[in-house]
């Protein structure tokens, strides 16, 4: 499978920016997704970004994607307490969706 | 706007017993997508369905198997459950054209004993 890579963790203060990284592999994704998702929850679709695109925003949320480097990343504007989740990248391969390893976010009050 | 229903939100069964999972994806969505996530994990593919028939198959055991229906519901049938099958397992529903973005169901949280 596709190997899509995030960094485990990551700490802020509320009302600071957060920004969430994550690496793919496949080269051909032509969407790239971020979904959230609280404890004993399922996943929430945040927003995604079509491949030929380098930036997306919407409200809160601003998506980079650096395609030559296979980067993207979610910027999290004024971060609040309920922003405190777990944060999955996907890629679609083919017909096929691969997740992150998610990043847990924490927001100190 | 209707979601993705799953059916049970919870189950507990011991080892060796079987289990089915019910998924009932967004109206006029045609695809469907089956993934099991352990603790901590992220989600795991294991099986889609686009118009009823298999699209492509992830890390699904052969103890399971799954099928959509002609109403696109679908559902995970499991036997011989042994205890790391004890996982949350989601069902997320999409329509081909278009961006294909999945959208997931709640999950149904599986325990085996």
């Known amino acids: 499978g596709e190997d899509v890579e995030q960094s485990l963790f990551l700490s802020v203060r509320e009302g600071d920016s957060s920004v969430i990284n994550c690496t793919y592999t496949d080269s051909s994704s032509t969407y790239l997704y971020w979904y959230k998702q609280e404890p004993g929850a399922g996943l929430q679709l945040l927003t995604y970004?079509?491949?030929?695109?380098d930036m997306k925003q919407d409200q809160r949320l601003t998506v980079l994607l650096n395609k030559k480097d296979k980067h993207l990343s979610l910027r999290i504007a004024d971060t609040q307490t309920g922003d405190s989740a777990i944060y999955f990248c996907a890629e679609k391969s083919g017909n096929q969706f691969y997740f992150g390893t998610g990043t847990s976010l924490t927001v100190i009050p | 706007a209707a979601g993705v229903i799953q059916s049970p939100r919870h189950l507990i069964k011991e080892k060796r017993e079987t289990a089915t999972l019910k998924c009932y994806p967004i109206p006029r969505h045609d695809t469907v997508y089956w993934y099991q996530q352990g603790p901590g994990q992220d989600p795991q593919f294991l099986i889609s369905f686009y118009e009823k028939m298999q699209s492509d198959k992830g890390s699904i055991p052969d103890r399971f198997s799954a099928q959509q229906f002609s109403d696109y519901h679908s559902e995970l049938n499991m036997s011989s459950l042994e205890l790391g099958d004890s996982a949350l397992y989601f069902c997320?529903?999409?329509?081909?054209?278009?961006?294909?973005?999945?959208?997931f169901g709640p999950g149904t949280r599986l325990l085996v004993l």
């Open positions: 970004i079509f491949s030929n695109m």
């Open positions: 997320a529903s999409s329509l081909r054209t278009g961006t294909e973005t999945q959208y």
